[in-house]
């Protein structure tokens, strides 16, 4: 999928294509909002003003506003075209390549992530537990990690949040064998629970 430039140059020369396009591609693009030859006279415009920017450069604060402005006329004419060239162009996009431009891909629909790994103990003290582990190597991108524990016999509960790869578990149990898990959490859904780890404090 094209972007739209971002540089002043690069604009330009977007502009210069998008006018030649439409010029040469009449009939694929027959009634654009901006036409070829008012787009080449905004173009003319900002490229007249960058050279009076440049050559008075000292004292070109107000040179380089009416620069500045028509550079945002231009590149807002340019969308307005080419979102038209997207339309007029829906059911052929190779088209929308006489303008320098290429159509939409859709969005890749977000996967829920993959199982968290190398779920380990990374310190322990009387009442307090460090666990560290791995993001999942496959699946949609983690957006945050639910952190879950038990004792035997007793069912998994929640325990926290994190954000890291990391978590400081305080006000553990003492004296009991404790389990723990983590699973990747996104906007999509739920990974894979780690394995488990056990640890008694």
């Known amino acids: 999928m ?16 998008v006018i030649e396009g439409l010029e040469q591609a009449a009939d694929d693009f027959p009634n654009p909002p901006v036409p070829a ?28 506003a009416v620069k500045d402005d028509a550079l945002a006329d231009l590149a807002h004419s340019l969308r307005v075209d080419l979102k038209y060239g997207e339309f007029a162009a829906r059911d052929e996009p190779e088209k929308l390549k006489r303008l320098g431009w290429s159509p939409r891909r859709e969005g890749t629909p977000l996967q829920p992530p993959g199982e968290v790994r190398d779920i380990g103990i990374g310190g322990e003290g009387d009442t307090w537990v460090i666990l560290r582990w791995k993001p999942p190597v496959d699946g949609g991108v983690p957006g945050v990690y639910k952190i879950q524990r038990k004792q035997e016999g007793s069912p998994w509960e929640d325990l926290g949040i994190s ?3 990391e978590e400081l578990c305080s006000n ?30």
């Open 172 to 201: 553990q149990p003492r004296g009991a064998e404790l389990y723990y898990r983590v699973f990747a959490v996104n906007k999509a859904g739920t990974g894979q629970p780690s394995a488990t780890v056990t640890v008694v404090l």
């Open 163 to 165: 954000t890291d790869t």
């Open 37 to 64: 030859a008012e787009l080449r006279a905004k173009l003319e415009a900002f490229n007249t003003a960058n050279t009076g920017a440049i050559a008075a450069d000292t004292a070109a604060e107000g040179q380089h």
């Open 2 to 17: 094209s972007q739209f430039p971002r540089t002043e140059a690069e604009i330009a020369a977007l502009a210069l294509v």
